[in-house]
């Protein structure tokens, strides 16, 4: 047996590191690319970033989205849009409406067009059996500042692991644990909004629990691996790198793939706001398993050959 496979069985069955150029290019180019989709087409916002009414009608027999769209739009609402809501009896109602010049003067314009929009459903749809069941509005203030929340609350999640990652284990680990929660994210995002979903407060709730469980999982193959560093000092991190994904890769699938095919039934079977958090989880729990593997624990040994480029092959 040549040196090489021997060394290549006692570190395990794949060698991960191996291939860390080609797979930090791909995941580069995922988050350029990623970056760019969302320059270019920009983000779709729901009613709590971007404000605006949205109702929520069911009718008791079918009725087309057309026929729907042509009821409302003639009420010059503003921009307009209708959304099918599972099947063809449900469908959303969105509407930005005008601005009045004061806050009540708002209001009084907002309560007439919601109720210009129930008589003209229940008059134009009466033999369809109409059932409005919900009403919800955002000012276009109030979604402002929940969009700015949003945005800081992600950032100092990412700066506070930042700050954890240096304290738990060292520097060495916090740059690529915070590189590889943003490429879940970012990729993530852009995918969510490349299918014609919308963001909203659910959604961003929805990437905030995807950073959590791939750090998470970050932190598990960081703990494999500090471990593994203390069996094995004689060792380069390659080899302890390798090491202790092969030994941790079994738990890694079985927990993300567990929650993949949760995630997945949710999207398929659920309706609704549901159906579009479980998408999201279900994409991010499949880039956080391969980010975990092949840009977090990689990047250890990038900043392991700036600190001591002998012990880093």
Not at 34 to 55: C, N
Not at 81 to 101: H, K, M, P
Not at 243 to 262: E, H, P, Q
């Amino acid at each position: 047996m040549s040196k090489n496979n021997l060394q290549n069985e006692s570190f395990g069955r794949f060698d991960f590191v191996k291939n860390i150029g080609i797979f930090g290019g791909l995941s580069a180019l995922f988050v350029v690319a990623s970056l760019i989709y969302l320059a270019v087409q920009g983000i779709t916002y729901g009613i709590d970033f971007k404000g605006g009414t949205e109702i929520q009608v069911r009718f008791e027999q079918s009725v087309t989205i057309e026929e729907v769209r042509e009821s409302v739009e003639k009420l010059s609402l503003g921009e307009v849009s209708v959304q099918a809501f599972g099947d063809t009896s449900e469908y959303i109602i969105r509407f930005i409406g005008e601005q009045g010049a004061t806050d009540k003067e708002t209001n009084d314009i907002l309560n007439a067009s919601i109720t210009k929009v129930r008589e003209t459903l229940n008059t134009e749809f009466a033999d369809k059996g109409v059932d409005i069941r919900r009403v919800d509005t955002v000012g276009p203030q109030v979604g402002a500042e929940l969009k700015r929340n949003g945005l800081l609350a992600v950032f100092y999640c990412l700066l506070i692991i930042l700050i954890y990652i240096s304290m738990r284990f060292d520097y060495k680990y916090a740059p690529g644990a915070v590189l590889c929660l943003a490429h879940d994210a970012i990729i993530t995002l852009a995918i969510f909004v490349a299918v014609g979903k919308e963001v909203n407060i659910p959604i961003l709730a929805a990437i905030l629990s995807l950073i959590g469980f791939s750090l998470n999982d970050t932190i598990v193959v960081f703990d494999r691996i500090r471990e593994t560093e203390g069996m094995y000092k004689d060792k380069g991190y390659a080899f302890i790198i390798n090491k202790a994904i092969n030994d941790m890769i079994g738990r890694t699938l079985i927990t993300s793939g567990t929650v993949f095919v949760s995630a997945l039934s949710l999207y398929i079977f659920a309706g609704g706001v549901v159906s579009d958090i479980a998408f999201a989880i279900a994409v991010g729990i499949f880039f956080g398993a391969y980010s975990s593997i092949y840009v977090a624990a990689p990047l250890i040994v990038v900043m392991e050959k700036m600190k001591n480029p002998a012990r880093a092959v």
